[in-house]
């Protein structure tokens, strides 16, 4: 998948990404049900060392 956007210098540009698919987490489908889900979720950033 490509993305192409236009980005202006001076401007803020936010860019959001989420992805659920493979986890049982209620199929959030709104912008409301997604920020509860993202909110609550534990956030780590370790590499993981199982791979699978």
């Known amino acids: 998948m490509a993305i192409a956007l236009k980005v202006e210098p001076g ?7 989420g992805s ?3 986890k049982d987490v209620g199929d959030p489908r709104t912008r ?3 920020d ?3 909110l609550s979720a534990p956030v780590d950033f370790r590499v ?3 791979r699978r």
């Open 32 to 34: 409301g049900e997604w």
């Open 48 to 50: 993981p060392t199982d």
């Open 36 to 38: 509860r889900y993202t």
């Open 11 to 17: 401007k803020p540009f936010v860019y959001y990404s």
């Open 20 to 22: 659920a698919l493979d």
